[in-house]
T-cell receptor
Framework: EAGVAQSPRYKIIEKRQSVAFWCNPI?????LYWYQQILGQGPKLLIQ????????DSQLPKDRFSAERLKGVDSTLKIQPAKLEDSAVYLC?????????????FGPGTRLTVL | AQTVTQSQPEMSVQEAETVTLSCTYD???????LFWYKQPPSRQMILVIRQEAYKQQNATENRFSVNFQKAAKSFSLKISDSQLGDTAMYFC??????????FGTGTRLTVIP
């Protein structure tokens, strides 16, 4: 079974530029998550999708971050414009459903550096 | 509010020895789940073990076991017969019915040959 795929693995941009990350969850997984992991910290949830609907985006800085999962499969996370403090690893995870605390499976992450 | 605390930023252990990583948490929920995830240098988060709060029996997965003390809100991870491949960051995490994983700050474990 293929795991969660993410691209790119690394991205370096200058502040005020825009950037987009892509995630393909495990086949059949209805729930998709985006986490931000700043160096030295644990991951923090940005947004959670159930199929193509948003379940929780309370921690997403909506003035600059946006995410979509139009067909309920792949997802894209965008930052526009980027700030220095957005430098982090962005992790995508998926789970079969939201019932009974289904195990979340993580992708390899995208390391973003904002100069 | 949920909090997860890992008080050991770094630990080391000799190969083949046993090590215990500490985690405490706080929640007002009655039904919740606790996890230990491993993050090697490749950055991929890998589930090590999970514990349902309603189960009294401690979870075990091969060389990995937990000591779950619900009243003390403590959830430690024991790694037996440590191997070089166990070198990684270890994160304790809590999850409630909303399925939002809440992570601690991690413990960096180094297995010394």
């Amino acid at each position: 079974e293929a795991g969660v795929a993410q691209s790119p693995r690394y991205k370096i941009i200058e502040k005020r530029q825009s950037v987009a990350f892509w995630c393909n969850p495990i086949s059949g997984h209805a729930t998709l998550y985006w986490y931000q992991q700043i160096l030295g910290q644990g991951p923090k949830l940005l947004i959670q999708f159930q199929n193509n609907g948003v379940v929780d985006d309370s921690q997403l800085p909506k003035d600059r971050f946006s995410a979509e999962r139009l067909k309920g499969v792949d997802s894209t996370l965008k930052i526009q414009p980027a700030k220095l403090e957005d430098s982090a690893v962005y992790l995508c995870a998926s789970s079969f459903s939201t019932g009974s605390a289904d195990t979340q499976y993580f992708g390899p992450g995208t390391r973003l550096t904002v100069l | 509010a949920q909090t997860v605390t890992q008080s050991q930023p770094e630990m080391s252990v000799q190969e083949a020895e046993t090590v215990t990583l500490s985690c405490t948490y706080d929640t007002s929920e009655n039904n919740y789940y606790l996890f230990w995830y491993k993050q090697p240098p490749s950055r991929q988060m890998i589930l090590v073990i999970r514990q349902e709060a309603y189960k009294q029996q401690n979870a075990t997965e091969n060389r990995f076991s937990v000591n779950f003390q619900k009243a003390a809100k403590s959830f430690s991870l024991k790694i037996s017969d440590s191997q070089l491949g166990d070198t990684a960051m270890y994160f304790c995490a809590q999850q409630t019915g909303a399925n939002n994983l809440f992570f601690g700050t991690g413990t960096r474990l180094t297995v010394i040959p």
